[in-house]
């Protein structure tokens, strides 16, 4: 049976862990030839040499995303390997945790960099590359945040950054239809990733307590693999994916 990415080019970012790993290994597993995008080199390697080792493809490119001329350089580099994007994950990000009054310009500049502006610049080079060549086309998937519905206590830089990739997703879908570019977004909730082993979590499924489940990075990454799998003229926009159990965020009592 045909897999359902075959031949697919995806550049994941943030894919030397938590979900953009998980992304990274479903989409080779089902096919695609993947970009590996953070900055640990030795992290992409690993990563890079399981999905080698599973008969999948897979090219690390280290790289700051918080840094334009690497950006660029990492899309050319896609460009000469594999000749085209067909998949753009926009997953690598940071959590912020601090009261609002305490923000400094520079931590809110430095949570924008990789949250908000690096998801941009990966785009505008993937739509580049994207009208371009022939097939023409592709789609952009940005990994959002169930802080986008319903935001965690002190965390405004993140609250916001992912409010802007909302939108991010809405204007890419408008002005990329001219080019066969459409955009989505999924929206996690709480998934095994640095940001839950830091609150002492280091395995998926159930916690101490029903509302404290964890997903696995590859029940999101099933979400990215549909989308990423639809035909070219449909696109499946938006989806929030979190723990049934998420009491917290599903409602109240
Ligand atoms: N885990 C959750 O519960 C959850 C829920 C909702 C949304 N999300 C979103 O999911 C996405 C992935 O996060 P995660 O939970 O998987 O966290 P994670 O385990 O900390 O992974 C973050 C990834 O981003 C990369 N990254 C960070 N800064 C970078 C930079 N300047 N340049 C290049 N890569 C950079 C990291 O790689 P290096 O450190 O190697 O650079 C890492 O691969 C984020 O956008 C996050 O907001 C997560």
Known sequence: MTKQLHDKVAIVTGASNGIGRAIAETFAAEGARTVLVARRAELLD?????????????????????QEEQIIALFDRAVKIYGRVDVLINNAGISTHKNTEDITLQYWLDALAINITAPFLCAREAIRVM??????GGRIINIGSVSQKTPRMDSLPY?????????????????????????????????????????????????????DYVMAGEDV?????????????????????LPNNMRSFIGRG
């Open 46 to 66: 690993e990563v890079a040499a399981g999905i080698e080792t599973n008969g999948g493809t897979a090219l690390p490119v280290p790289a700051d995303l918080t």
């Open 221 to 241: 990454a099933k979400v990215a693999v549909l989308m990423a799998a639809l035909p070219p003229e449909v696109n499946l926009y938006e989806g929030t994916i």
């Open 131 to 136: 009208k371009a060549q022939t097939p023409q």
């Open 159 to 211: 609250t916001v950054c992912k409010h802007g990739l909302q939108g991010m997703t809405h204007q890419l879908t408008m002005d990329g239809r001219k080019y066969g570019v459409v955009s989505s977004i999924i929206h996690p909730g709480a998934t095994l990733s640095s940001f839950t082993t830091r609150r002492g979590r280091a395995k998926a499924g159930a916690g101490a307590t029903p509302d």
